[in-house]
């Protein structure tokens, strides 16, 4: 994103249930990985000090220990980036794209759209989030044809018979830096009016016992 550090917004790691079963839930968050899967820079040819393989590691680790549940989540931007993800945004285009099968291959359970992965075009955008083996969620992209969700809006994940609910945001700036050919077709509303809107549905429908916000925002809301 051009003016913007972009973040993910993640709340509530230890949930303690009315019940009284206390349930150890660990959530593992990436965002803005640009295409970092492996531990080098292709761009400027030097090692590199975070990758995906390296988050792995870490992940498997903390799967293992039997005291507590893991969620890994992602909250967008992948598309953009270190080389690989040129190659397979564009050239090696008839076979699954490559950052899908590592992050289907690392389990994660659901990932938000990011800014960047629209500006790779329909093309790219729509083919990535059929390869996925994981919900690509982003509510507040709204079908100009259909007027329904163009991504899911959020998921419903168990752990240990625990319900929890992952509802997906991403920035509605993207018209200020996207020529609308690139994402022709889909509306980009408010973030807080559609947390606001999704969350009552949430709650409603799903009752959860924990609702995490996956956003892939800016530092406020003007998302200038």
């Known amino acids: 994103m051009k003016k913007l550090k972009l973040f993910g917004l993640l709340l509530l790691l230890f949930v303690q249930f009315i019940t009284a079963q206390n349930v150890n839930l660990k959530i593992i968050e990436t965002s803005d990985l640009h295409g970092a899967i492996y531990p080098f820079d292709f761009i400027n040819n030097k090692p590199a000090k975070a990758s995906m393989a390296q988050v792995y590691t870490y992940v498997k680790q903390e799967r293992a220990n039997a005291e507590q549940e893991v969620i890994l989540l992602d909250a967008g931007d992948l598309l953009q980036g270190q080389p690989p993800v040129y190659y397979y945004n564009f050239e090696e285009t008839n076979v699954p794209h490559l950052m899908a099968e590592v992050m289907n291959f690392m389990k994660y359970d659901a990932g938000a759209v990011g800014n960047h992965d629209i500006e790779t075009g329909h093309d790219v955008f729509d083919r990535f989030k059929k390869d996925l083996?994981?919900?690509?969620?982003?509510?507040?992209?709204?079908?100009?044809?259909?007027?329904?969700?163009?991504?899911?809006?959020?998921?419903?994940?168990?752990?240990?018979?625990?319900?929890?609910?992952?509802?997906?945001?991403?920035?509605?700036?993207?018209?200020?830096?996207?020529?609308?050919?690139?994402?022709?077709?889909?509306?980009?509303?408010?973030?807080?009016?559609?947390?606001?809107?999704?969350?009552?549905?949430?709650?409603?429908?799903?009752?959860?016992?924990?609702?995490?916000?996956?956003?892939?925002?800016?530092?406020?809301?003007?998302?200038?």
């Not at 559609?194 to 709650?203: D, E, G, K, L, P």
């Not at 609702?211 to 925002?217: A, C, E, K, N, W």
């Open 133 to 224: 083996n994981f919900p690509w969620l982003a509510a507040n992209a709204t079908n100009t044809k259909t007027n329904e969700p163009y991504f899911q809006p959020y998921v419903v994940i168990e752990k240990n018979e625990i319900k929890i609910a992952v509802l997906g945001l991403i920035t509605p700036g993207i018209p200020m830096w996207l020529p609308e050919k690139i994402w022709s077709g889909i509306e980009w509303e408010d973030m807080i009016e559609s947390a606001r809107h999704w969350v009552n549905i949430i709650n409603e429908k799903e009752k959860p016992d924990l609702l995490i916000g996956l956003f892939h925002s800016g530092v406020d809301y003007t998302y200038g």
